[in-house]
């Protein structure tokens, strides 16, 4: 199914394959030297890459904490092909690298600011045609253990009295030892909190023939 051009030696094809490996006898003359080379010459059939590799990852979002040294690993990207055994790994971020590989990725540098980085993962298989696939990853810098701010209590349970006011009726205490301050989210005009003390106050006096539970969330900032 080939055939040689005898002024160039380009190998074209002429017909159907329809085996995996062709050897190919090419003769090389040279009519003003009077010299022949004879050549054997492999040519490889691959077949059609037509399934573009899957991420199979369970986890498409990762953390790590500011200050944390270059080339900490953050966490694993994998994938697999029906067709293809071998995958390469690629991002699109250069704060972060990934193993080309396993898909083990690390960080390239030390981030110092708490963010959100959201990244493209691209896998490619080594089929003919090269098929490629992508997943989107979500990775949090959060503030260092020691400067996260604990609660002691995780969640609080207080109960007032209806039709009265009651100014500092609870506190909320955190267990660090830095300072921070402290606010009520989605504020109903009902609650305050002192921004320093984390004292709770009672603004408006309750009725519990309207409303029997107050949900509050409180926020710190450090």
Same mark, same amino acid.
């Given at each position: 199914?080939?055939?040689?051009?005898?002024?160039?030696? #380009?190998?074209?094809?002429?017909?159907?394959?329809?085996?995996?490996?062709?050897?190919?006898?090419?003769?090389?003359?040279?009519?003003?030297?009077?010299?022949?080379?004879?050549?054997?010459?492999?040519?490889?059939?691959?077949?059609?890459?037509?399934?573009?590799?899957?991420?199979?990852?369970?986890?498409?979002?990762?953390?790590?904490?500011?200050?944390?040294?270059?080339?900490? #690993?953050?966490?694993?990207?994998?994938? #697999?092909?029906?067709?293809?055994?071998?995958?390469? *790994?690629?991002?699109?971020? +250069?704060?972060?690298?990934?193993?080309?590989?396993?898909?083990?990725? +690390?960080?390239?540098?030390?981030?110092?600011?708490?963010?959100?980085?959201?990244?493209?993962?691209?896998? +490619?298989?080594?089929?003919?045609? =090269?098929?490629?696939?992508?997943?989107?990853?979500?990775?949090?810098?959060?503030?260092?253990?020691?400067?996260?701010?604990?609660?002691?209590?995780? *969640?609080?349970?207080? =109960?007032?009295?209806?039709?009265?006011?009651?100014?500092?009726?609870? =506190?909320?205490?955190?267990?660090?030892?830095?300072?921070?301050? *402290?606010?009520?989210?989605?504020?109903?005009?009902?609650?305050?909190?002192?921004?320093?003390?984390?004292?709770?106050?009672?603004?408006?006096?309750?009725?519990?023939?309207?409303?029997?539970?107050?949900?509050? +969330?409180?926020?710190?900032?450090?």
């Amino acid at each position: 199914p080939f055939v040689v051009s005898a002024m160039t030696g #380009e190998i074209f094809l002429t017909g159907n394959l329809s085996e995996n490996v062709y050897i190919l006898e090419l003769v090389l003359n040279d009519f003003y030297l009077n010299f022949t080379e004879f050549g054997n010459f492999s040519i490889t059939v691959l077949p059609i890459n037509r399934s573009p590799p899957v991420f199979t990852s369970a986890a498409n979002q990762f953390s790590v904490f500011i200050g944390t040294e270059m080339g900490a #690993e953050i966490g694993q990207i994998s994938a #697999e092909d029906s067709e293809e055994g071998k995958l390469a *790994f690629f991002i699109n971020d +250069t704060n972060f690298r990934i193993d080309v590989y396993t898909g083990t990725i +690390t960080l390239n540098t030390e981030l110092n600011l708490q963010s959100e980085y959201y990244l493209n993962v691209t896998v +490619t298989d080594h089929g003919f045609p =090269q098929l490629s696939n992508f997943t989107l990853i979500q990775i949090s810098v959060n503030k260092s253990a020691e400067n996260m701010i604990i609660f002691s209590e995780n *969640f609080y349970t207080i =109960q007032l009295e209806e039709e009265k006011i009651f100014e500092n009726f609870s =506190q909320i205490q955190i267990l660090n030892n830095f300072p921070v301050t *402290f606010r009520i989210e989605d504020d109903m005009g009902k609650f305050s909190i002192d921004k320093y003390s984390g004292n709770l106050s009672l603004l408006k006096a309750l009725d519990h023939e309207n409303q029997t539970l107050y949900n509050i +969330t409180i926020v710190t900032e450090g």
